[in-house]
């Protein structure tokens, strides 16, 4: 039961590590695409309101555009966008040829998980804001402690498989075994036996908690704490268990 | 529609290439029109076990670069009539196959055939995953022993996410498990995982349960599949495992340790 240095600080041999992640982004839909009409316009809204927008990512909203794509200056659109600092990442909506026209200056297509983006609300001049943190245009996240979404997975975790639940909890219905990883920013809940890794706790949450119906795990780790089945002496291996962080030290607690 | 059918393990050696073998050879005997594909190329191996290596003229990889025609590299095989064999190259390596190639074959023997089995190479690499990636149905081979239940639970992964149907979101490969070289006296001396382990771990339908047997080095050495030795305690378990697989009750046999009477503990005797 050791409670060992933080694995992030162990050498790293990969050079690069590639993650899913999710971003708010504004979507500055054009409703009408000429530079010299949006250009201007933007400036004059946000002269209102200094630094709202200074190096913001945008997405550029195709959808209510009706022009050919041959009309449609985009190169003249981006140049005038970042002479605002507000920098154009890519687009959504709009028609395949739109989009083309966009990808060919080194915009690309962004898929938006949510469905629809609500209307930015850029009539209404927000308050000013620190730069860099733009008001997110999708609703904001619902805060923390009040319903968290839970990943739920109800077939056995294979040798090889890594199931990770982001910004959630856990619960794995059947086994997971040797040689499988549950991973999970909040709470793992293993309802069968728990052969393989769990790492509960990602992005620092001390809090997070193990439970395992039959514990048998080849590594244990939370907020980056993490003990191996060799130094699991003292834990009460093949029963159902608890883990948690207490101080730097992992405690395993027979329930149920 | 063909059901195309792989048998595969993960880990080499446990028994993938007799297992194809037996199992083709019993689901023709029962009037399937069946097909077995060697997937392993460069270590072509099912050709030799189903007795048809001085027969090979062309194989799978001529057919897919078009240097033959796919009923020119089948052949015919002379004990049961209605199963055929397409062999591995055995000069080439796997980067040979290509999922174009692979599914022209599989299309076409689609129009000829009931079953097709696809006899999958060690590992999960290339060859391995084009073998498993047109699968209806799985046989996972696994023997009683801890490296090898792991191999069969990573390929079982493997087929949930990256067959074809489970890439196209359809109903996903109906799995089976084949558990060879299972010897009882062993497994009650806690030397192999008990059957009830490997099932607990795997947890996928026992399709059947093939005893540890000399008959089987026998039969893959004089090239006759070891389904055709009905004597045979593991043609008897193969020929059972094929009749589960066609819809059959049967209960389970060869699992259980033999009681040894003073006579064959004296005389020795392993089974045949």
Known sequence: MSAAPRPETSPRLEPFRLRGANFNLLVLRLLDPRPEAVVPAIGDQFRRAPGFLRFAPVVLGLDDIALPAHEVDFAGLIAGLRELTIVPIGTTGGSPELRNAAMSLGLPPVRSIGGREDEAPLAAAPPPQPAAAPEPAAPPPPPPGTARPTMVHDQPVRAGQRIYAAGGDLIVTSTVNAGGEVIADGNIHVYGALRGRAIAGGGNNAEARVFAQNFDPELISIAGYYAVRDGLTGAPIGKAVQVRLMGERMRFDPIG | ?272
């Open chain 2, 1 to 272: 529609m063909a059901q195309v059918v792989v048998v595969t393990s993960g880990k080499g050696g446990v028994g993938k290439t007799t297992s194809s073998a037996a199992f083709a050879t019993g689901l023709a005997q029962r009037g399937k029109k069946t097909v077995v594909i060697d997937f392993d190329v460069g270590l072509r191996n099912l050709d030799l076990i189903m007795g048809v290596e001085r027969r090979v003229v062309f194989d799978i990889v001529n057919v897919i670069s078009g240097e033959a025609r796919l009923n020119q590299a089948l052949i015919r095989d002379k004990r049961v009539d209605t199963l055929s064999i397409l062999p591995a190259s055995q000069t080439r390596d796997k980067d040979a196959l290509t999922r174009d190639g692979v599914a022209k074959i599989i299309e076409e023997l689609s129009k000829d055939f009931d079953y097709i089995l696809c006899d999958s190479p060690a590992g999960i690499e290339k060859g391995a995953l084009l073998a498993l990636y047109f699968a209806d149905q799985a046989v996972v081979v696994t023997n009683p022993e801890v490296s090898s239940v792991r191999d069969s639970d990573r390929i079982l992964g493997v087929l949930q996410s990256r067959s074809k149907r489970a890439e196209e979101k359809k109903d996903p490969v109906k799995e089976h498990l084949l558990v060879t070289r299972f010897d009882p006296v062993r497994v009650e001396r806690g030397e192999m995982l008990k059957l009830e382990d490997i099932q607990e771990i795997l947890s996928i339908p026992l399709l059947g349960v093939i005893p540890e047997s000399e008959s089987v080095l026998k039969a893959s050495n004089t090239g006759t599949p070891v389904i055709l030795d009905a004597e045979s305690m593991a043609g008897q378990a193969y020929a059972d495992a094929v009749s589960r697989f066609l819809g059959e009750e049967k209960p389970h046999r060869f699992i259980e340790a033999e009681k040894k009477g003073l006579f064959k503990r004296l005389f020795g005797g392993r089974a045949a």
